[in-house]
């Protein structure tokens, strides 16, 4: 009995607990089938538009830039909080995402590749498929539509490879060329390729971001360090359940045969409109 009285103690202490952010990284609005290296990183706008509404469906609270800064300085957060934003400012962004969220009335944020901006994702090599990226006036029509832009370095370097003066260059130049196109000062930066270590954090600070992020899939809880966010990315593959799979525990999608069991469970208790993984988060991995 005394062992019973414990576990209550703590499901109630989880019960109480902040809700534990998902911020969801998209890439391209687009059907990228046969788009070779870059086919994983588009999601359809027909996909898209279904996952927001699922999302929807299942009452997860989408939040703002602002929100989620606030949330990491201690102010709380709604229940079922989630964050969409989307890498690389691609057009289809504008032609296909914005619509849907300013419909909706949702919030997101995107991140520019600012000396790239109207051009290509060059920064992909030369055998990879090209898309267009936004140029000033999409970036502003984005903002317009309820779209915060964030930083994504100027030309999209793996940050940790350069000299102090470069990545002073990518990542301060980055927020200047932002405001300078009158869309800053900006408060959020995501790491190009998702790679950092401690001087390039050091560096995003010192520019003045508020909040950096990763590609790295975990939680968010109020509190924790800044520079070194996690986010799921959603990819090509990312359908139906494996979707919901990876917002629900916030992992990579490890396969069917990996699939944990209890993962599976989870998996049918949120589908079947059961109670909200935060109030059930006790032991939530934070990967
Ligand atoms: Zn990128």
């Known amino acids: 009995m005394r062992n019973a009285g ?35 990183y588009g999601v359809s706008p027909i996909e898209f538009r279904r996952q927001i509404g699922a999302l929807q469906r299942l009452r997860w609270h989408f939040v703002s830039a602002g929100e989620v800064v606030a ?60 898309l267009p990226l936004l140029d000033r006036e999409g970036l502003r029509r984005l903002a317009a539509g309820g779209v915060e832009i964030g930083g994504h ?27 300078g196109m009158g869309l800053g000062p900006a408060r959020l930066f995501a790491y190009p390729f998702g790679a950092f270590d401690e001087r390039v954090r050091a560096a995003v600070a010192a520019a003045g971001f508020a909040a950096a992020f990763t590609t790295k899939p975990r939680l968010i809880r109020g509190g924790t360090a800044g520079y070194t966010l996690g986010r799921i990315e959603i990819l090509r593959r990312d359908t139906g359940w ?46």
């Not at 470069?166 to 990542?171: G, M, P, S, T």
């Open 6 to 40: 414990v576990a209550l103690t703590d499901q109630s202490a989880a019960r109480r607990a902040p809700p534990a952010l998902r911020v969801l990284a998209y890439h391209a609005i687009a059907d990228t089938g046969g788009m070779g290296r870059f086919e994983p």
């Open 71 to 130: 949330y990491l300085g201690g102010a709380p957060l709604p229940r079922r909080p989630v964050l969409l934003t989307f890498d690389d400012c691609y057009g289809s962004v504008l032609e296909h995402a914005l619509p849907v969220l300013e419909a909706r009335g949702i919030p997101a944020v995107a991140f520019a590749v600012t000396n790239r901006t109207g051009r290509t994702n060059e920064w992909c090599g030369p055998t990879t498929p090209q």
């Open 153 to 179: 370095s100027r030309t999209h370097p793996v940050l940790p490879r350069l000299s102090d003066a470069d990545l002073a260059d990518e990542i301060r130049g980055c927020r200047d060329d932002l405001i």
């Open 242 to 287: 494996q979707f919901h799979w990876k917002v629900s525990v916030a992992r990579a999608w490890p396969g069917m045969r990996q699939l944990p069991r209890a993962g599976a469970a989870r998996l049918r208790r949120m589908r079947s409109g059961g109670r909200a993984a935060d109030e059930r988060a006790a032991g939530e991995p934070e990967a």
